[in-house]
Each structure stands twice: as C-alpha cells, then as structure tokens.
C-alpha cells in the first residue's frame, strides 16, 4: 500500500517535471491566464479533477489487476 502511494507520487513529479521540461513558456502563460479565472470556477475544476482521479485509481484496482 505504501509502496503504491510513493510510486503515485513520484509519477505526480515526472508528470510536473515534463510539464516544466517540455514547454515552459506555454506554462507560464497558463499560470498567468488563471489569474483572470474565478476561484470558485478553479475550486470547481478541483474537485472535478479529484473526482477523475479517484475514479482512475478504482477502475485500475478493480479492473485492472495483476494476478
């Protein structure tokens, strides 16, 4: 179980670090442009994206499991 959670993670770094890696200028363009987005409607998307990730890590354990 801890092993899971350290391998997630670690994948959340590489995930940021391409991020920076691979465009920088076009993600510090994103940063500035949600400065002119409302918080709620960031909130919104937050949870959204919570959500998403919950339901990913269910159908993987669920679905798709190793024998």
């Known amino acids: 179980m801890i092993s899971n959670l350290v391998a ?3 994948l959340v770094f590489v995930i940021e670090g ?3 890696a ?5 993600f510090k363009s994103m940063i500035s442009a949600m400065e002119n987005i409302p918080a709620e409607k960031l ?4 949870v959204m994206a919570i959500a998403l ?5 269910w159908f993987a ?3 798709i ?3």
Do not use: C, D, E
């Not at 691979?22 to 076009?26: E, G, L, V, W, Y």
């Not at 909130?43 to 937050?46: E, S, V, Y």
């Not at 990730?53 to 890590?57: A, F, P, R, T, Y």
């Open 53 to 57: 990730g919950v339901g990913i890590v």
């Open 8 to 10: 997630a993670v670690g």
């Open 22 to 26: 691979i465009a920088p200028n076009r």
């Open 18 to 20: 391409l991020m920076y």
């Open 65 to 67: 499991t190793s024998s």
């Open 61 to 63: 354990k669920t679905f």
């Open 43 to 46: 909130r919104i998307f937050g």
